[in-house]
């Protein structure tokens, strides 16, 4: 029996046929395969079907219907599982004097996230991956301690409830309807775009029109940069990045990266607050934290900010609501360009989604002018299960650390010292294969096993915006975008996978996100 096995593109001149009968295991066949095609690390080697699928037995690919490609990784955080898979759930590492323990296993996740008397969140240590972007006057990136958490915990989850979006859902949609007159042209011209840039300008556009009510105007033209708050919040979160990879030391020095951060801070800060002053009604009435309807009553998030009263009838400081906006905008579009970039790459990887979820948008839209609602959006099954797998298969998000407030002995026997800092590896823990059936194979229909997403929650396998008193208090708003936003795509164009290679990941970034994605755009014209 003979197999196809190439690198790249098939039917090029990078394939070559083996016959499968000579080969008794599966390392004798990688070791064969590295040598036809030149492979340096034979361990790196990673075969793969038409779905993306890892083939790690003989067997796997001597089933296999399709031919067989190559890869010089699993092109998501693949390290990381090699890691698990040969030193088991919990591995530690030393990176220059900085000691980090990891987990794969939900069931070791589930009590670093619990928030008690062993594990915290607290970026003020210098240890903590987060400590470069460590802000006391914001929920994400304060400590738990911290004096803003708790204020902040109590008004701005009612921002991201469901009542909250489904308020912003015009908001929402008109954002995302924005791309069309940019995606028109480049689908009349023929072209193909780098998909992350795309969505990096509609993610912004969104959040900034739920938090602000303004539209960036992103979409006048294919050429259109992004804003100048977006491009400020970009360079800030760059430089955060390259301050992190400097001596403490570097930030008392009257120069250098450390004062343009300093700058570039204050700058997005200010421009925050000029777009909070035109966005907000100062001489509004109150709004009741209390009141669930209340949020009706406000134009965006920073209005309802400014604008809600406790029981007690206090606010939240002007300074927590400034802090709150500036990092729910920043951390917003940050994360969301990349599940939108992600969702669009599994249309176009994965054969036969396009074409189920194009079905099952226009059986439910009716008319081109179909104003969504939230429970609309969220009722389309095939929709939702396609996301959930886009989140489990492609999390943009790689880890959330945690600190150990004492010594702890974690399930399997793990001595954590006191102050060391832990982190659930969340992509590992989604194809933990000790949880989830064929876990790199993309298949949303997993989902559609009742109470499925329940369970895997429950038990912490599954996990895409954290949990816990620190979960991810902006999940029903990224859901929600990401849905409209391929409800409203999906149904107008046709993607194809136009990537001139394997796309691959930034690895020095905040979150997951393809660097080198591209799609082709067909608009549909039945």
Request: glycine fraction near 6%; aromatic fraction near 12%.
């Amino acid at each position: 029996m003979y197999k196809e096995f190439y690198i790249g593109c098939q039917n090029n001149v990078h394939s070559h046929r083996l016959d499968m009968s000579s080969f008794t295991s599966i390392e004798q066949l990688t070791t064969t395969l590295a040598k036809v095609f030149g492979f340096v690390d034979t361990k790196s080697l990673w075969l793969v079907d038409h779905k993306g699928s890892h083939l790690s037995t003989l067997k796997d690919v001597q089933e296999t219907k399709d031919n067989v490609e190559l890869r010089a990784t699993c092109h998501v955080l693949g390290n990381y599982d090699r890691l698990f898979s040969l030193y088991g759930p919990m591995i530690k590492t030393v990176n220059m004097g900085t000691t980090i323990y990891h987990t794969n296993d939900p069931a070791i996740a589930r009590h670093l996230l619990r928030e008690d008397g062993f594990f915290t969140k607290s970026t003020s240590d210098s240890s903590h991956p987060l400590h470069y972007m460590a802000d006391q006057d914001c929920l994400f990136t304060c400590d738990s301690a911290s004096p803003a958490f708790a204020p902040s915990h109590k008004f701005v989850p009612p921002t991201m409830s469901p009542r909250a979006v489904a308020h912003f859902m015009p908001l929402i949609q008109d954002a995302a309807q924005s791309i069309f007159p940019a995606f028109d042209q480049l689908a009349e011209a023929d072209l193909a775009v780098n998909v992350y840039q795309y969505m990096f300008k509609l993610a912004s556009q969104i959040v900034w029109r739920v938090m602000l009510n303004q539209d960036l105007k992103h979409f006048e033209s294919p050429k259109t940069p992004p804003s100048v708050p977006i491009r400020l919040f970009g360079q800030y979160l760059s430089l955060m990045k390259k301050s992190s990879m400097q001596p403490q030391w570097f930030k008392y020095i009257p120069f250098g990266v450390s004062t343009k951060l300093k700058n570039v801070r204050q700058q997005v800060l200010d421009t925050t607050e000029e777009a909070m002053d035109v966005s907000i009604q100062k001489n509004g009435p109150p709004l009741s934290l209390s009141d669930p309807k209340a949020i009706q009553g406000a134009t965006c998030v920073a209005d309802f900010l400014y604008r809600a009263r406790d029981k007690d009838g206090k606010g939240l400081p002007y300074n927590l609501v400034l802090g709150n906006v500036v990092v729910s905008c920043g951390a917003g579009f940050t994360t969301s360009s990349s599940l939108l970039s992600w969702a669009l790459y599994s249309l176009v990887r994965y054969p036969g989604n396009q074409e189920r979820l194009f079905e099952e948008i226009a059986s439910h839209r009716g008319n081109v002018d179909k104003r969504w609602t939230y429970d609309e959006i969220h009722d389309m099954k095939f929709l939702d299960c396609f996301v959930k797998e886009v989140l489990r298969l492609h999390s943009p998000s790689f880890q959330t650390a945690r600190n150990a407030k004492q010594d702890a002995i974690l399930p399997g026997g793990y001595l954590i010292p006191k102050n060391s800092i832990v982190i659930a590896c969340f992509p590992s823990i989604h194809k933990n294969p000790a949880h989830w059936d064929n876990p790199l194979r993309f298949d949303p229909d997993r989902w559609a096993q009742q109470g499925l997403a329940a369970q895997m929650a429950r038990q912490g396998s599954y996990t895409p915006f954290a949990a816990g008193g620190r979960g991810c208090v902006g999940f029903n708003l990224a859901l929600t975008q990401v849905k409209v936003v391929l409800a409203e795509l999906a149904y107008r164009y046709e993607f194809d996978d136009s990537s001139p290679e394997a796309v691959m990941y930034d690895p020095e970034f905040l979150v997951v996100r393809p660097l080198n994605f591209y799609a082709g755009i067909t608009k549909r014209v039945h």
